[in-house]
């Protein structure tokens, strides 16, 4: 088997000497202009274009950002999760099915902040079958990742698509940016919140929503289920949380587009 390309790494005590850049003058006015942009980005909103437009730099078709905090050892960390342009339904699947905690690239990030292929990582930290396929479902097969520490936890901005490759270019790119995205997104922390990881729904939570879709009402849902009326109305108020959901309905629509529900 052929090892995937090697990368080169940036070593913390290296971080002041960036690495040799091979930027055409366009590339470069490129990246000055996102840095100048990320020390006034005020709102979630140009944060997601400053994503992007890095990640057209590196010629990706998709991008998002994640920041974790933990809040001591043996407990999960929080992540919050950005959006700039995955696959429709990623990010939500991602959540719902706490992904971060078998990813290899977060576990590789979170453990050593350096420049990551994913080749590279998967071949160290061979992902589970069952991310690995659903990744792939959405067409997430190969990127970049990188990301910085900061007090507590950490950043992570991932870029992906075919185009994505381990050349130097591209890393003297995310050399460039990733200290100024990084001090943006972490600067816009609260406002970046997008209530995510999202809780797993409980087995009554799922048993309500089904039977919501089959057109039953939450008296007809106490009587199948012998519960009260008032309790199924709080398992359904606790998926519509879960969920994100302003209601009953787009609950259901949600759970069923991740997958969780199958109505027959």
């Known amino acids: 088997m052929v090892d995937p390309p090697a ?37 979630q909103e140009v944060l997601v274009q400053l ?9 990706a078709d998709h991008s998002a950002c994640l920041v974790a905090s933990f809040a001591g050892p043996g407990q999960e960390p929080r992540i919050l999760l950005v959006d700039a342009s995955s696959p429709r339904g990623w990010l939500p699947l991602y959540s719902q099915q706490r992904f971060h905690l078998v990813d290899p690239i977060v576990q590789e990030n979170f453990s050593r902040f350096q420049p990551q292929y994913w080749a590279h990582t998967y071949r160290k930290r061979p992902p589970p079958k069952l991310f690995r396929s659903r990744a792939e479902d959405f067409g997430l097969c190969s990127g ?33 940016l990733l ?39 939450s008296w007809e849902i106490g009587l199948i289920l012998r519960i009260s009326e008032r309790t199924v109305n709080f398992h359904v108020c606790n998926a519509m949380k879960k969920l994100d959901a302003v209601n009953r309905g787009q609950a259901l629509a949600v759970a069923l587009s991740l997958g969780l529900l199958e109505l027959r």
Do not use: M
């Open 7 to 43: 990368y080169p790494t940036i070593a913390r005590e290296q971080a002041d000497r960036p690495p040799a850049i091979d930027l055409s003058h366009a590339e470069a006015l490129s990246c000055l202009d996102i840095i100048q942009r990320c020390q006034t980005c005020t709102s």
């Open 51 to 59: 994503i992007s437009a890095a990640g057209e730099l590196l010629e």
């Open 144 to 176: 970049l990742s990188a990301g910085l520490p900061s007090e507590g936890g950490g950043s992570l901005f991932s870029f992906s698509g075919p185009r994505v490759q381990p050349r130097a270019r591209n890393f003297s790119i995310l050399h460039l």
């Open 179 to 217: 200290p100024h995205l990084h001090r943006a997104l972490c600067a816009l922390e609260p406002q970046a919140r997008l209530r995510l990881p999202l809780e797993p729904l409980s087995e009554r939570e799922l048993e309500v929503l089904k039977w919501t879709g089959a057109g039953k009402s």
